[in-house]
């Protein structure tokens, strides 16, 4: 499969197109979508190391703290989709729904780690950069509920249930780690 296969099918699943097509929802492909996760990873530490650079740009960067972090933060989709498709008997709907997710945000995190890596680039300062990344970010929650919709199945109500679900327990994560000074 092609990324610019991928990036339609995102474009269509978001705009509400067909996407079926576009993306490989088979059995073998669920593992292979979580190549796109393990490409949130470097994505991650470009953002890390842009905060790192605005607060001091001297300071050395915890990769290993960070990189544990990131990885727990993408994983908490997989598992809390799996519980939403048990909870709602949308089993059917949980591998396409995990597949199409990770190619998304693979996505939607390279526009946020552009926005970043220009900050780190000095072609941007680093406020614009920031209200730019945290934007993306934000947007990220209207993505879930979308998906959730279009994809998963979910009535609105369920999406965006299932939106605000996914976004509470990613920070979650990042706050347990902040609070045990981890990172």
């Keep these: 499969m092609k990324f610019a296969q991928i990036l339609s099918g995102v474009v269509n699943a978001l705009m509400g197109k067909p996407w079926e097509q576009d993306f490989d929802l088979s059995a073998r492909a669920l593992p292979r979508s979580f190549i796109a996760v393990a490409a949130y990873i470097p994505l991650g530490l470009i953002a890390a190391r842009a905060a790192v650079k605005y607060n001091d740009n001297t300071a ?3 990769y290993g703290p960070i990189v544990i972090t ?6 908490t ?5 799996y519980l939403l498709c048990m909870i709602f008997d949308k089993m059917d709907r949980f591998r396409p729904w995990v597949i199409v997710r990770n190619w998304t945000f693979l996505f ?8 970043l890596g220009l900050y780190l680039l000095g072609v941007l300062p680093f406020f614009p950069a920031y209200v730019l990344a945290l934007t993306l970010y ?3 929650l209207a993505i879930d509920v979308r998906l959730a919709w279009r994809v998963a199945g979910f009535d609105w109500v369920g999406a965006v249930f299932a939106g605000i679900l996914i976004s509470a327990a990613t920070m979650m994560v990042l706050s347990l780690v902040i609070s045990q000074n981890i990172a």
């Design 138 to 140: 934000i947007c990220t």
């Design 77 to 81: 989709f997989p598992l809390i989709a």
């Design 60 to 62: 050395s960067m915890p």
């Design 70 to 75: 990131l990885g727990l933060i993408a994983l």
């Design 108 to 115: 939607a995190y390279a526009l946020i780690a552009a926005a």
